[in-house]
């Protein structure tokens, strides 16, 4: 199986990657819906919607503060390196995410999508003000802040992620939609492929005649669309893969 996906990805033309919360999960990060994972501690109604942010901007705040601490303490592991090598090796044309960590842009991706936002994104409520929390060097002390305020209008500032009831980022969702369509090769990792409309990305690559390699230590919305399933977890399996990818290109036999 591993050499198959091997084989398709060093003989691909256009690759793409699509990956989940999954893909972080070495990094320490928590998965939403695996056992132990965030939606099983919060509701996501009391803590990623327009109105749980209306009526409790402070809990949703703690929410998003909190996993800003998590997410800043997080390193890319072999999963995101290998992914990075991908793109250098001019093999990976794009990745893209539902991950709000940022993971991917530390391990070196340059064309990544983030449909679902940015952990270190925030924005006025009220006016068009937006601030990158690690551009402007303000992070340690933005997470300080009781209620974070917008310095041009005084209103509310708001995490910059896509909460439940929210449309996606439009030129964001267009750009992976037409990525997807060009994919000959997908490599879908670590998505519980619940959570729509990004978990279209792996069927318009399926639709378009592309080939969907998907790695999870579990079956998950997208198995019966996989061409090929590679069972575990993200670190192994991508390392593992890699290597062969690399001696498959060297040996230009396979
Ligand atoms: P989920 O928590 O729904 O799914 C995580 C997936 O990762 C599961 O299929 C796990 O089996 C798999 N997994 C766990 N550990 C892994 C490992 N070490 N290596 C590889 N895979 C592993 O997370 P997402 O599918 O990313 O949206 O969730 C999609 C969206 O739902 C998120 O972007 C977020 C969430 O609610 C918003 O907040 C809008
Ligand atoms: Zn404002």
């Not at 893909?23 to 928590?30: F, K, N, R």
């Not at 940015?118 to 933005?142: A, M, P, Q, T």
């Amino acid at each position: 199986m591993i050499e198959e996906a091997a084989k398709l990805i060093a003989h691909s033309h256009f690759l793409i990657a699509f990956t989940g919360a999954g893909i972080s999960a070495e990094s320490g990060i928590p998965t939403f819906r695996d056992k132990g994972g965030l939606w099983e501690k919060y509701k996501v109604e009391e803590v990623a919607t327009p109105e749980a942010f209306r009526s409790n901007p402070r809990l949703v705040w703690e929410f998003y503060k909190m996993r800003m601490k998590i997410m800043k303490e997080a390193k890319p592991n072999r999963a995101h390196l290998a992914l990075a090598e991908l793109e250098r090796m001019g093999l990976l044309k794009a990745v893209i995410t539902q991950n709000i960590d940022n993971l991917h842009r530390e391990a070196g991706n340059k064309n990544l999508i983030e449909l679902h936002g940015n952990i270190y994104r925030v924005k006025c409520i009220n006016c068009d003000y937006s601030e990158d929390l690690l551009e402007s060097g303000r992070l340690e002390e933005f997470l300080e802040e009781d209620l974070p305020k917008c310095p041009k209008c005084d209103s509310l500032l708001r995490p910059d992620v896509v909460w439940f009831g929210e449309p996606l980022p439009q030129d964001a969702l267009q750009k992976a939609f037409k990525l997807a369509e060009r994919a000959d090769v997908c490599l879908v990792i670590g998505t519980s492929g619940r959570v729509f409309p990004a978990a279209y990305i792996p069927y318009i690559v399926r639709d378009n005649g592309g080939y969907v390699i998907e790695i999870n230590p579990k079956e998950s919305g997208i198995t019966p669309i996989a061409d090929i399933f590679l069972k575990g977890r993200a670190g192994d399996v991508m390392e593992h893969l890699l290597a062969k990818v690399k001696r498959c290109l060297k040996d230009k036999g396979c």
